[in-house]
Every structure is written in structure tokens, then in C-alpha cells.
């Protein structure tokens, strides 16, 4: 069984900051790629950021030059950084990570966390 568990979400004023975390944990043999998802209301689940193993990331251009994704290969854990942020960065944000539950050749999943709501308001 694998778990994603994210915190730091919040309410936060317009040209603030947020920092989320996502911790795995369980059976897992190997992490390759995690990132974060999005959703707010009415709209599609869209990408905001992955990042691999070696910590090469990917951003959604919404997103570049504000946010900053990283991970804790040890701690089984990936961050995203967000600063100036806007009133449309609202939603929910998901952590996804891909993993291979055990060794040999076992396959490999993707895994979702629950999501924490990021509201950004004056």
C-alpha cells in the first residue's frame, strides 16, 4: 500500500508565497517521476510541475519563473515552491508520483494524493 499525503496549502494575499510538500510512503521499491497537478473548480486537472529522479523538472508556462519544484529523494518527499501568486493559481493541488512497489519485475503505478486547496485572495 502507498500513500501521498500532501500539506502547505492555504489562503494566501495576492504576491505571496506557498510552499507544498508530498510524502510517500509505504511499499515502494523505487520513485521515478512526482509532480503536481491541478484543478480548480469547473476545469480540467492540468500540470503544473514534475520532476525526476536525477531532479530535471518541468513546468507548466503558467507557472515558469514563480514556482520551483523539488524533491527529497531520501525522505521519499517532492516540494513546490510558489511565490507571487495570483488569484487564478486557486485550486486544488494533487501530488502524483510513478512507482515501482517492489523489486524484481513487479510494475509500476501512478499514485495520487488527496489534494490541499491553495486560495489566493485579498
Known amino acids: 500500500q502507498v500513500q501521498l499525503v500532501e500539506s502547505g496549502g492555504g489562503l494566501v494575499q495576492p504576491g505571496g508565497s506557498l510552499r507544498l510538500s508530498c510524502a510517500a510512503s509505504?511499499?515502494?521499491?523505487?520513485?521515478?517521476?512526482m509532480g503536481w497537478y491541478r484543478q480548480a473548480p469547473g476545469n480540467q486537472r492540468e500540470l503544473v510541475a514534475t520532476?525526476?529522479?536525477?531532479?530535471?523538472?518541468n513546468y507548466a508556462d503558467s507557472v515558469k519563473g514563480r514556482v520551483t519544484i523539488s524533491r527529497d529523494n531520501g525522505k521519499n518527499t517532492v516540494y513546490l515552491q510558489m511565490n507571487s501568486l495570483k488569484p487564478e493559481d486557486t485550486a486544488v493541488y494533487y501530488c502524483?508520483?510513478?512507482?515501482?512497489?517492489?523489486?524484481?519485475?513487479?510494475?509500476?503505478?501512478?499514485?495520487w494524493g488527496q489534494g490541499t486547496q491553495v486560495t489566493v485572495s485579498s
Open positions: 502524483n508520483a510513478d512507482i515501482k512497489p517492489r523489486a524484481g519485475p513487479a510494475a509500476r503505478y501512478d499514485y
Open positions: 520532476v525526476t529522479s536525477g531532479g530535471s523538472a
Open positions: 509505504g511499499s515502494i521499491f523505487s520513485i521515478y517521476a
